[in-house]
């Protein structure tokens, strides 16, 4: 006899897995199948309900934030023309007009002459005579 036909024959002889043993690796796998699929779907639903709620509170805070920036702009134009238009300002920039009247001692000029009743002023350079 020589090896090979040893060790088929050796294969032969071997016991065969007893039945419970193979039921309860059956179940085992039944189980560990199971429980993985289970898992995995929760998973999977668990990770888009946390996406969905950070995508609506990025929403929130993205538009609480622009709601703050409109509020604050806001602001700051009332506040700049409240400085623009203010009587005691406008008086100071033609206290300190240079004599012929034209420019302001800051290089601003009125514009239409001051006729408007909202006084708007340009950079003296930019102001092109008609």
């Given amino acids: 006899m020589n090896n090979r036909e040893g ?4 294969l032969r002889r071997r016991k065969p897995i007893p039945i419970f043993i193979q039921l309860l690796a ?3 796998l039944i189980a560990a199948l ?6 995995w779907f ?3 639903q668990t990770s888009r309900i946390a996406l969905n709620r ?3 509170y990025t929403q929130e805070s993205v538009d609480q934030l622009s709601a703050k920036i409109d509020v604050l702009l806001r602001q700051y134009d009332q ?3 409240m400085i623009a238009f203010d ?3 406008l008086k100071a920039l033609h206290r ?8 302001s001692g800051y290089g601003f000029r009125p514009v239409f002459g001051g006729k408007s009743p909202l006084y708007r002023w340009r950079y003296a350079d930019s102001f092109i005579r008609p």
Avoid: H, P, W
Wanted: charged share 25%; no cysteine; net charge negative.
């Fill in 54 to 56: 950070t995508a609506d």
């Fill in 79 to 81: 506040a700049s023309q």
């Fill in 26 to 28: 059956g179940m085992f």
């Fill in 87 to 89: 009587e005691k300002v």
């Fill in 42 to 44: 929760n998973y999977r």
């Fill in 96 to 103: 300190t007009a240079s004599k012929d009247g034209e420019t």
């Fill in 34 to 39: 199971a429980i993985a699929l289970t898992n």
């Fill in 7 to 10: 060790e088929v024959n050796r």
